[in-house]
């Protein structure tokens, strides 16, 4: 039995990552990859208010991505700097 959830990155995250600085882009990168163990990995995530299956990976950058427990896929939503993010 696996734990590793699939990981889909909507058009807008993907473009969102491209335009960002160029340094943060690998240490996004291996953060949305951790993501393929969430729930299970230690990570700093909370559910956001409003939303069913909507979280968010807390750092410089937050990643915004819903959660589909059934089918283990989690979709990048969104990537941006915690003010414009939301």
Known sequence: MSFENK???SRKAAKELLDGPEKERELIKDRISKLAFFPLARLDVQ???GYENVYRL???YRIIFE???RE???K???IG????VY
Do not use: C, D
């Open 7 to 9: 990981i889909l990155i």
């Open 47 to 49: 559910k956001l208010r």
């Open 58 to 60: 807390r750092g410089e």
């Open 67 to 69: 959660y589909q427990k």
């Open 72 to 74: 283990k896929v989690i």
């Open 76 to 78: 990048v939503l969104k």
């Open 81 to 84: 700097k915690r003010e414009n």
